[in-house]
């Protein structure tokens, strides 16, 4: 996979993209990531990437020359060895992030990230906009941070990216329900003690504990989540269980 990032604060973005899981992706050449200031590409004698918007208004919007001459010089290099792909506009009038963008975006060979900055942008810069994706519904002071949380989430969704090829599908979210409670040594301490059926050696009966505190934690926490799912069979009596689990609890 190939990552561009137009950003102003390219140091912002460099940082964070070489560590940890994606940093190892890179060395493993499974992923090339490429970050641009797109600064570099004003055609203004001061290095001006923003201006005044027409009719007046608080703020200063981003020019659409700067960003679109950057696009085109990414395409122009990258053009012999990855296709086009998304063109990813960070904006808070886009759909939100989600697990499931992220399976999304991680089946694609090449994604670009337009990270903005100020008020906002000229509209013009939409041209070249494939999607528009939001982190959420509240306010950065610009696109490097929610990128690069779209980044990590779609980067390690990729073949061999992780060390544990199960971790990823097992990840709160993926199966449409939040991650049952995991454990590791001591089976004990301070009094709280690892659940015995973890460490019995049957493998069915963790595997059926987990799918039911996962509907658990779901249930208590984002019951939400639920509502968005379709449930086996087997589920929906477990799901029943742990309410009248549940409410006993309430009761004693």
Not at 136 to 148: H, I, K, Q, S, Y
Not at 182 to 209: C, F, S
């Amino acid at each position: 996979m190939r990552i561009d990032v137009l950003t102003l604060f390219p140091d912002m973005v460099k940082g964070p993209l070489s560590e940890s899981i994606i940093g190892k992706a890179i060395e493993k050449n499974l992923l090339d990531v490429e970050v641009t200031d797109f600064r570099d590409y004003t055609d203004d004698k001061q290095n001006h990437v923003d201006d005044y918007p027409y009719g007046g208004g608080a703020g200063m919007l981003l020019q659409a020359q700067p960003i679109l001459t950057a696009y085109a010089d990414t395409v122009a290099k990258t053009a012999d060895q990855y296709p086009t792909g998304k063109v990813i506009l960070v904006d808070p009038a886009g759909r939100k992030f989600d697990q499931q963008v992220a399976q999304e975006l991680s089946q694609e060979e090449h994604l670009t990230f337009i990270c903005g900055h100020y008020e906002g942008y000229d509209e013009r810069i939409r041209s070249i906009v494939t999607d528009e994706i939001s982190l959420g519904d509240f306010v950065l002071t610009g696109g490097e941070l929610p990128a690069m949380v779209m980044i990590d989430a779609a980067v390690r969704l990729l073949p061999e990216v992780l060390g544990n090829q199960e971790s990823a599908p097992s990840d709160s979210f993926s199966n449409g329900l939040l991650e049952y409670p995991q454990y590791t040594r001591p089976p004990e301490y301070q009094g709280m003690k690892v659940p015995e059926v973890l460490m019995n050696g049957n493998h069915q009966l963790i595997a059926d504990w987990r799918e039911k505190e996962s509907l658990r934690r779901t249930y208590l926490r984002r019951p939400d989540l639920l509502e968005q799912i379709e449930l086996t069979t087997k589920q929906r009596h477990l799901l029943s269980d742990i309410k009248i689990e549940e409410s006993e609890d309430e009761i004693e």
